[in-house]
């Protein structure tokens, strides 16, 4: 069973413009992950935030967590054509130690030139 | 060297076939893991080998087995797969059970 969900499924944006990924967790957590993936190619870990952090940045993004909420955001700032990828949240599965990373259902960004 | 490396990129296999999917890293990592990807889905977890110990999801049918000849080694053996296991299937290792570096992919056909 997925354990993220995330919002939008899709997003169309223009280059320069900010694209805003939401992500909505069922179980309590450690760390939330974000990854993207270009069209059917490997993952890529963009950046973890733990439980206990609020805001992280990195580069152009910037991802934020609410545990009380359980969901997390992914912004993607002055995005460029190559942003277009699929963006997953992914969680440490409960009581696993780490080890069981699950994913959540994806967003899949497009930026158009 | 940060790279998973997977082989064969692509694969078509009969229903009656045996084949293996194999995967290297060389980044020392402890844990290794083997994902199934539907088109426009997420990934889903397989198996997982942590510490030389395996986890295993247990909605993967039998006809899937991993085998893990040493911690830099992660393979899948294929046996009597159906036309619904078509999918990219996905490696990763890590350290620390977080930060996962993937594989580019093994596209799988099955005819």
């Known amino acids: 069973s997925q354990q993220g969900e995330e919002d939008p499924q899709a997003l169309s944006i223009q280059e320069g413009e900010n694209a805003t990924m939401n992500c909505s967790y069922k179980t309590s957590i450690n760390n939330l992950q974000w990854y993207r993936q270009n069209s059917g190619r490997g993952l890529v870990h963009l950046i973890l935030?733990?439980?206990?952090?609020r805001e992280k940045h990195s580069g152009r993004l910037r991802v934020t967590l609410d545990t009380s909420k359980k969901s997390s955001s992914l912004l993607i700032t002055a995005s460029r054509a190559a942003d277009t990828a699929s963006y997953f949240c992914?969680?440490?599965?409960?009581?696993?130690?780490?080890?069981?990373?699950?994913f959540g259902a994806g967003t899949r960004l497009f930026v158009k030139a | 060297d940060t790279e998973v490396t997977q082989t064969p990129k692509h694969l078509v296999m009969g229903m009656t076939n045996k084949k293996s999917l194999k995967c290297e890293q060389h980044m020392g990592h402890r844990a290794m893991y083997w994902y199934k990807q539907k088109a426009k889905k997420p990934p889903e977890l397989m198996f997982v080998?942590?510490?030389?110990?395996?986890?295993i999801n247990e909605s993967v049918p039998s006809r899937f087995s991993p085998e893990c000849p040493n911690s830099s080694l992660l393979n899948l053996h294929l046996h009597a797969l159906q036309p619904e296991d078509s999918a990219l299937y996905l490696c990763a290792s890590s350290q620390d059970g977080f930060e996962a570096f993937f594989g580019q992919g093994t596209r799988l056909t099955v005819v």
């Open positions: 080998y942590s510490y030389e110990k395996l986890s």
């Open positions: 992914a969680t440490d599965a409960p009581n696993t130690g780490g080890f069981k990373t699950i």
């Open positions: 935030i733990r439980s206990n952090e």
